[in-house]
């Protein structure tokens, strides 16, 4: 009957097997069968009923087995705990198996399942004892490359870095056809990466990827390879990696590899190429910033090119960016007037400002200011600009700058149709011929009132000996011919 029942139990007949373990401890209670129908019927219950055994165990406890079958009860009391996760009660009764009268298989088994156990409640101080007992006791058991690197773990988990590094080299050397030898490979990058081994890491991430070319973590491994070729300004090298590690990972290492990309791109000064990474990375990715000097420098240079587009993109994106670090806030300038030139008048409104919210020089101050007022009168908002030139004046009280003030308020006047009081703002501008003619080209370009009857100049307070035969035309009612008339 203990045969069948064996049988049944073996097929998966549970209810069949429970039957006739059942009748063999009640027909023969005084037999050795008996006794061992009542262990087999444990292993029934473990495999079929595990929330059960629990209290079948301590039941079984009760007939006071003997020692070793008691500890083969316990076991798979502990088995059932370690099955149903709870592990903190699975602890205490794998630790009393170690002096239990199991075979040194079983004894094994249950060593190795404590140190398991105080993996997952994280005890590292006991997941490094438990494991040391394992290595120190079954020093010949196929297991202890495993023992090795649970314990490598808890000791680089515990920053024992050393010490974690001696038992992966016990793996990689008494063990090199280990199962353990890829995490092992692996670890070992990674924690000399921890103690700023920078070759030590690379050396070891190109032996795993070396001997495992398909392995799971070929990303990450060509990433730090990649990081480390940047941190050492070998700047090929390190694209050659990054690149590798996107390709392989794109949802872990597409941002972080392709930020180290921008900037080894940067620092080759690359423009063809790291424009077109910044713009596949900025479509891709739009949430995480560009580095912030990247995004001046891109922006200046198209600038300087009069891609005004181009830099008005990469400023726009850079004025975005909270923390800009050690970028200067001249480059608001340079996107005010990038906007300007495309007639955004809103974003260069927007560039100005926040420049003026922020700058301490007085000259950046007026400058900016200057260009502001410009973008008012384009604008057709002649009080803002008013109130700009009156600013600029209070900051640069004489000089170039306080010229080009008063001829904004001399356009300010004309924007309302006030041409007396154009004229004698323009009057009043005494320092125009320290204003280099580079600069006066610029006032060319303002807008004429051709829609206003001409009047002498004598009526805008013009010297007669300048005006006498000068009358205000289509062709000179430009302020700069205002001016030259008024001035020359």
Not at 190 to 215: C, H, W, Y
Not at 235 to 243: I, P
Not at 292 to 299: I, K, N, Q, Y
Request: aromatic letters at 8%; hydrophobic letters at 40%.
């Amino acid at each position: 009957m203990l045969l069948a029942a064996n049988r049944e139990r073996e097929l998966g007949h549970a209810k069949e097997a429970e039957e006739l373990y059942r009748q063999i401890i009640a027909n023969y209670p005084d037999r050795e069968e008996a006794k061992d129908a009542a262990y087999q019927r444990l292993i029934n219950v473990y495999n079929s009923d595990p929330s059960a055994l629990l209290a079948e165990v301590e039941e079984f406890l009760k007939t006071d087995p003997t020692g070793e079958r008691a500890d083969q009860a316990k076991l798979l009391k502990a088995e059932a705990l370690y099955k149903q996760q709870n592990y903190a009660e699975a602890v205490p009764v794998y630790a009393e198996l170690r002096a239990s009268q199991l075979s040194s298989k079983l004894r094994a088994e249950s060593a190795y399942k404590l140190g398991l156990s105080y993996v997952q409640t994280k005890n590292v101080s006991e997941i490094i004892e438990a494991f040391t007992y394992y290595v120190q006791t079954f020093p010949d058991n196929p297991q202890v490359p495993a023992a090795l690197a649970q314990r490598a773990l808890a000791y680089e988990q515990d920053k024992n870095y050393n010490a974690a590094l001696s038992d992966l080299n016990l793996i990689l050397t008494k063990y090199p056809s280990a199962h353990e030898r890829e995490a092992a490979l692996q670890l070992k990058a990674l924690i000399l990466g921890q103690q700023e081994n920078a070759k030590g890491m690379v050396d070891t991430f190109r032996q795993l990827l070396k001997e495992f070319p398909k392995s799971s973590v070929a990303a990450q491994a060509q990433y730090y390879i990649g990081k480390a070729a940047f941190e050492a300004k070998d700047y090929k090298t390190a694209m050659v990696a990054l690149n590798a590690a996107r390709q392989l990972n794109k949802e872990q290492y597409y941002n972080l590899a392709s930020l180290r990309l921008i900037l080894c791109q940067f620092h080759l000064k690359a423009r063809p190429a790291l424009t077109k990474e910044v713009n596949n990375f900025m479509a891709t990715s739009p949430t995480v910033n560009v580095p912030a000097e990247v995004l001046e420098w891109l922006g200046i240079e198209y600038f300087n090119e009069k891609n005004y587009e181009a830099a008005e993109k990469y400023l726009s994106a850079l004025a975005k960016i909270d923390n800009r670090g050690s970028v200067k806030p001249d480059f608001l300038f340079y996107l005010g007037d990038a906007a300007t030139k495309l007639k955004n008048v809103a974003e260069a409104e927007d560039a100005f400002g926040k420049y003026l919210q922020i700058a301490t020089d007085p000259a950046g101050k007026a400058k900016v200011l200057l260009a502001l007022g410009a973008v008012k009168i384009g604008a057709h908002k002649p009080d803002d600009a008013q109130r700009i030139a009156e600013e600029i004046m209070s900051l640069q009280p004489e000089g170039r700058v306080n010229a080009e003030a008063r001829l904004l308020a001399g356009d300010v006047q004309l924007e309302r149709g006030n041409f007396d009081d154009a004229g004698k703002a323009f009057m009043g501008v005494r320092c125009f011929t320290t204003i280099p003619p580079s600069r006066r080209g610029l006032w060319t370009k303002r807008r004429p009132h051709t829609n206003v009857p001409a009047k002498p100049m004598k009526q805008i307070g013009c010297p007669g000996s300048y005006t006498n035969d000068i009358r205000i035309t289509p062709e000179v009612r430009s302020t700069a011919s205002v001016v030259r008339a008024c001035l020359i």
